[in-house]
């Protein structure tokens, strides 16, 4: 494994500390290694690339981080949680509190307005921002009364980012958030979630194929057949409405 770690400056407080980390799936009478033992920090406020092909072990190691499952071996720490030894419950509320995710797919109710949806997501919140700010965070301050079949793909995207970061969470998780879209599209996504990360210090992971998105990362991690291959951080970072691909 060969890991290149490069910097300037002293790192930010480590919000994930993942220590050689497995991840073993049975499949009839076979065994499928998603994750070989992997360790990895993430810091706070940074924003993170997770580059490898399909079947390189980035989901899951994504689904370990924000709770959505548990590590075969190893121990993954969110500050002073031990997520490895967690419940269910613990889970539950662990990604309740913390945790905001953004998939390739939108997953927004259509009976429910832009707001409504966001407010799924506020009432159950300790302490929200409103809908209408959360919406306006990523320009769609105009949109909020239109319900998903009237509005395009990024516009349904971006909604989603709104409901994500709509809690407050401390770490953004967001799996392929550009997959469904076309170029111009894709941009205007990763540029309400590279506000968010700017405005809000929101530790941001985004888990893609596509390596151009890279340059607007601190970190880019690069995964293949369940390890980690390198680390490399970005002196000289780009906006997303730079990326070219």
């Excluded at 400056?9 to 993942?18: I, L, Y």
Aim: proline share 4%; aromatic share 4%; hydrophobic share 40%.
């Amino acid at each position: 494994m060969s890991l290149a770690h490069v910097s300037s400056q002293p790192p930010a407080e480590v919000v994930f500390s993942a220590q050689d980390i497995t991840k073993t799936y049975q499949m009839g009478d076979v065994d499928v290694h998603a994750l070989r033992g992997v360790s990895i920090d993430l810091h706070r406020s940074e924003f993170v690339v997770l580059l490898g092909p399909s079947g390189s072990g980035k989901s899951t190691l994504l689904n370990i981080l924000g709770g959505l499952d548990t590590p075969t071996q190893g121990d993954v720490n969110y500050r002073e949680h031990n997520l490895s030894a967690a419940s269910d419950k613990q889970l539950t509320q662990y990604r309740r509190e913390h945790v905001g995710f953004i998939f390739q797919f939108y997953n927004l109710i259509p009976s429910l307005t832009a707001r409504e949806n966001v407010a799924l997501v506020t009432e159950i919140s300790s302490d929200p921002m409103s809908p209408e700010e959360a919406l306006d965070l990523v320009d769609l301050g105009d949109r909020m009364d239109h319900f998903p079949s009237q509005m395009s793909g990024g516009e349904q995207q971006r909604v989603a980012v709104a409901r994500a970061i709509a809690k407050k969470p401390d770490v953004l998780l967001c799996d392929e958030p550009t997959g469904a879209l076309d170029i111009s599209t894709g941009i205007t996504v990763l540029e309400a979630i590279e506000r968010v990360n700017r405005e809000l210090g929101t530790t941001t992971a985004v888990i893609t194929h596509n390596s151009v998105i890279g340059g607007m990362a601190d970190r880019i991690v690069s995964l293949a057949d369940g390890v980690v291959v390198e680390i490399v951080s970005n002196h000289h970072k780009v906006s997303a409405r730079e990326l070219k691909w």
